[in-house]
């Protein structure tokens, strides 16, 4: 086992430190060799954090800060841990909890500026985000993309449960009602599954349910 440094997803957590286990699901290694990669290449004055595997197993999303706290969405090479492509930030918005698209063309990311929280999608060719919720004090978090739609856990109802939006109509629709709270939502690759965490009184239970979505 090692011991590293991971930025927690919530933005008012400071690092946090994680024994690593030998045995690492795909994901867990190639974001791990290639933050570990690109610190060797690449500033010493430089935090790479929310690092997420592109569906061919090739790119890595990361939220860059540098030693001024700008903050940078870039793109890594999944074998060398070397800087693919940068996304300027002029406004220094804070990005994080990056998910890419089943296509691997775009990512979804929340985005927190003054106005608040919203979730924001980034075009990788285009190089444009575009925002998919007016920014408000909503604690929306964990986006995921699944075809036209976008899952995200929220207090809205005053328990934490899983939404979807069309970004298309932006309609919303409540997905889950749990008695503690629901988070993390993720769509099995053939979309006919959702599958989430279930808080209970002795913690963290993954269900799925059916993708019966009607907006």
């Given at each position: 086992r090692r011991?590293?440094a991971?930025?927690c997803?919530?933005?008012d957590c400071?690092?946090q430190?994680f024994q690593?286990?030998d045995?690492l699901?795909r ?10 990669q ?7 004055h430089?935090?790479l954090s ?5 569906p061919?197993?090739k790119?890595i999303?990361?939220?860059?800060s540098?030693n001024?706290?700008?903050?940078t ?8 841990g070397?800087s693919i492509?940068?996304?300027?930030n002029p ?6 909890m990056?998910r ?7 990512i979804v990311m929340?985005k927190t500026a003054?106005?608040?929280r919203t979730?924001?999608i980034?075009e990788?060719?285009s190089g444009n985000f ?5 920014s408000?004090?909503?604690n929306?978090?964990?986006?995921v993309l ?11 109802s005053?328990i ?5 939006l069309d ?6 629709q ?7 709270g629901?988070?993390n939502p993720a769509?099995?690759?053939?979309g006919?599954w959702?599958?989430?965490n ?8 993954v269900v799925k ?5 009607k907006l």
């Open positions: 011991e590293v991971i930025g997803h919530c933005i400071d690092i430190r690593i286990p045995q699901d994901d867990d290694l190639f974001a791990l060799r290639a933050v570990d690109q610190i060797a290449h690449g500033s010493k430089e935090r929310g690092a997420a595997l592109s061919d197993a790119t999303v990361a939220m860059r540098d001024s706290y700008q903050n969405v870039v793109l890594l090479g999944a074998g060398s070397r492509k940068s996304f300027p406004e220094n918005y804070f990005y994080s990056p890419w698209s089943d296509d691997g063309k775009s929340l003054k106005a608040g979730i924001a980034l990788i060719e575009r925002d998919v919720l007016q408000g004090n909503e929306i978090g964990h986006p699944f075809g036209n739609h976008i899952f995200f856990n929220s207090p809205r005053g934490d449960n899983i939404y979807v970004i298309n109509t932006k309609k919303r409540q997905v889950t009602t749990s008695r503690y629901a988070y769509v099995s690759a053939d006919k959702i599958y989430y279930e808080q209970t009184r002795d913690g963290l239970d349910i059916p993708f019966d979505i």
